[in-house]
């Protein structure tokens, strides 16, 4: 895991996360604490049939953000705003870029976490397929910073998981609700 504190005017690269050029990694209490973390897990090892970039795809979008019922579907290619746990204070705006397997949820004004991003994506390495969490942002305060942290580490545990399901079992999931 990276965890870091940026200046809020740190300059950002096209995809806004926070890059090391401009004023230097630190941030003041008076500016908020900014956070990054980044995840890999493992959701597929080569060598098994079922473990395609498409498989583990199909497994992310039905698996984009914690709490989203994996059983109702995939999140809709053109995006839209979700619930986290279906609670209102979760409240998200998920965007899909299908080309680059990727899909970016930002928090949403309510949220607990709000001014955040957390881009999941698809990665292929000659081992296995990976689905990469990242997340940055902006928190109020430290609590917050400490809370944002453990839940970017055990948020995302759930949806990964069932990404290795799907892929393991991708008929299983094509059951949606009634």
Known sequence: MIAKFYHRDQPRDDRGRWTSAGPGWGARRSDGLQHH???Q????????VRCTTENAWNGLLRNAYPGQD?????IPLDGGNFNVFGEPSGAIRSTVDADNLNVTNETLPGHVFYKGI????????PAGIFVRTEGF???PNIHN?????????LGFRGPDSNVRAYITNPGFYDRTKR
């Open 70 to 74: 994996p059983m109702a579907g995939p």
């Open 118 to 125: 957390v881009n999941r994506s698809v990665v292929e390495t």
């Open 37 to 39: 973390y980044l995840y």
């Open 41 to 48: 897990t493992l959701v597929c090892i080569r060598g098994d």
């Open 145 to 153: 910073w400490v809370e944002n942290h453990a839940a970017g580490a």
């Open 137 to 139: 942002g902006t928190n």
